[in-house]
């Protein structure tokens, strides 16, 4: 996600010698479907803000909600409703020099989710801060969005900063992330990777980069680590032709899904159902057909607010998805207002609204998905 606009659910040879093209049989069976929301700045509230929020996510049936390593405003600031009270820096501000306490800061929301038995799918970097949307950081000033995904300094560096999460042990937990099974089901490469340039995907070295980074996380979690590794959304939005560029790379888990229908890893953003009726249920077969036996979720999509009413196009959307089995990540559940912004997010609404999102999210996770996410999310 663009988080700044809200437009909204591997590097070396040697890295890829270890992935194959050979195609992966398709999952053997199926489960439970499941539902959720994302929420990049719920490790900045007020331990009070968290608690009442994750607690109506959990009343509402949520079985997972995606979080980032990211910078918190802290101070008061108001963020998409919320009041920011937890100052967050850059993870990484020098290239290999890590400020632990923003790690710290989303540790303690895990131990919230873990409270309430909800999932946690965490993504280590946003690819929009390579010069990009969101801002500009360490990575982006030396290496800018092409170089990143090119050179093997970057990947190296990256590298890095990927083992760093995963072996952080967390000062409220006491869990070192990747043994913590109980709550993480995922950690993505990137938050949509290639976003800030989707061209880059399509060049050799795209795929050389996935496959070295999945098989780099995997290495640090273990082969037998039921963590997965999750792709973030290659690209963005599924119409810049990026989202299945990790297929060959057997170390990738999950392929996440961005669409966004407003123009118009799946990440991506929906127009009046009534216009494009089974747009989900459709996709998705076609989806799953292009993962090479993959897993595949919709990471991030969104209703425009400004065009449509979520209290009708929402569960419209979200029952073409149910039918299907097609498991969604919504673009965002938002904390109850509480201050007053404007960012230019239309897709967010307020879990206190009117939107009937619970029904949604318990249909979805009564429906049935014919792939298996037993272990994983159930």
Same mark, same amino acid.
């Given at each position: 996600?663009?988080?700044?606009?809200?437009?909204?659910?591997?590097?070396?040879?040697?890295?890829?010698?270890?992935?194959?093209?050979?195609?992966?049989?398709?999952q053997p069976e199926g489960s439970k479907s499941w539902a959720?929301?994302?929420?990049?700045?719920?490790?900045?509230?007020?331990a009070s803000d968290q608690k009442a929020y994750i607690s109506?996510?959990?009343?509402?049936?949520?079985?997972?909600?995606?979080?980032?390593?990211?910078?918190?405003?802290?101070?008061?600031?108001?963020?998409?409703?919320?009041?920011?009270?937890?100052?967050?820096?850059?993870?990484?501000?020098?290239?290999?020099?890590?400020?632990?306490?923003?790690?710290?800061?989303?540790?303690?929301?895990?131990?919230?989710?873990?409270?309430?038995?909800?999932?946690?799918?965490?993504?280590?970097?946003?690819?929009?801060?390579?010069?990009?949307?969101?801002?500009?950081?360490?990575?982006?000033?030396?290496?800018?969005?092409?170089?990143?995904? &090119?050179?093997?300094? +970057?990947?190296? /560096?990256?590298?890095?900063?990927? @083992? $760093?999460?995963?072996?952080?042990? =967390?000062?409220? %937990?006491?869990?070192?992330?990747?043994?913590?099974?109980?709550?993480?089901?995922?950690?993505?490469?990137?938050? &949509?990777?290639?976003? +800030?340039?989707? /061209?880059?995907?399509?060049?050799? @070295? $795209?795929?050389?980069?996935?496959? =070295?980074?999945? %098989?780099?996380?995997?290495?640090?979690?273990?082969?037998?680590?039921?963590?997965?590794?999750?792709?973030?959304?290659?690209?963005?939005?599924?119409?810049?032709?990026?989202?299945?560029?990790?297929?060959?790379?057997?170390?990738?888990?999950?392929?996440?899904?961005?669409?966004?229908?407003?123009?118009?890893?799946?990440?991506?953003?929906?127009?009046?159902?009534?216009?494009?009726?089974?747009?989900?249920?459709?996709?998705?077969?076609?989806?799953?057909?292009?993962?090479?036996?993959?897993?595949?979720?919709?990471?991030?999509?969104?209703?425009?607010?400004?065009?449509?009413?979520?209290?009708?196009?929402?569960?419209?959307?979200?029952?073409?998805?149910?039918?299907?089995?097609?498991?969604?990540?919504?673009?965002?559940?938002?904390?109850?207002?509480?201050?007053?912004?404007?960012?230019?997010?239309?897709?967010?609404?307020?879990?206190?609204?009117?939107?009937?999102y619970a029904n949604e999210i318990k249909a979805a996770n009564?429906?049935?998905?014919?792939?298996?996410?037993?272990?994983?999310?159930?």
């Amino acid at each position: 996600m663009k988080l700044s606009l809200a437009i909204i659910g591997a590097a070396l040879a040697a890295a890829v010698s270890a992935s194959s093209t050979t195609p992966k049989p398709s999952q053997p069976e199926g489960s439970k479907s499941w539902a959720g929301t994302s929420n990049y700045f719920v490790q900045g509230l007020s331990a009070s803000d968290q608690k009442a929020y994750i607690s109506a996510l959990a009343l509402a049936g949520v079985k997972v909600i995606r979080l980032w390593v990211s910078q918190q405003p802290g101070g008061g600031s108001c963020v998409k409703g919320s009041i920011s009270r937890n100052s967050a820096p850059n993870f990484e501000e020098a290239i290999g020099k890590y400020n632990w306490k923003t790690l710290d800061f989303l540790d303690q929301t895990l131990v919230y989710l873990e409270e309430k038995g909800i999932k946690a799918l965490i993504s280590p970097h946003d690819a929009n801060l390579l010069n990009g949307p969101n801002g500009n950081d360490i990575y982006g000033k030396t290496y800018g969005p092409g170089y990143f995904y &090119e050179q093997e300094k +970057a990947a190296a /560096a990256f590298d890095e900063r990927i @083992s $760093a999460i995963l072996n952080y042990k =967390g000062a409220h %937990s006491g869990r070192v992330w990747k043994d913590w099974t109980d709550v993480i089901m995922a950690f993505d490469l990137q938050n &949509e990777p290639f976003a +800030a340039e989707p /061209a880059k995907c399509r060049q050799p @070295s $795209a795929e050389k980069w996935v496959c =070295g980074r999945a %098989s780099h996380m995997r290495s640090v979690l273990g082969a037998d680590n039921p963590i997965r590794v999750a792709s973030g959304g290659f690209g963005g939005d599924i119409s810049h032709g990026c989202t299945f560029v990790g297929t060959p790379c057997d170390d990738l888990d999950i392929i996440s899904g961005i669409l966004t229908r407003t123009h118009p890893p799946v990440h991506r953003y929906a127009g009046p159902q009534g216009s494009n009726p089974g747009q989900w249920s459709s996709q998705y077969r076609q989806w799953m057909s292009q993962s090479n036996g993959k897993l595949v979720n919709l990471e991030e999509w969104g209703v425009d607010t400004s065009k449509y009413d979520p209290t009708s196009e929402f569960p419209a959307n979200t029952k073409d998805m149910n039918a299907a089995g097609l498991p969604w990540l919504y673009w965002q559940l938002l904390p109850s207002k509480k201050c007053s912004t404007q960012d230019g997010d239309h897709f967010g609404f307020y879990i206190d609204s009117g939107v009937p999102y619970a029904n949604e999210i318990k249909a979805a996770n009564e429906a049935d998905s014919p792939q298996n996410w037993t272990g994983i999310v159930h």
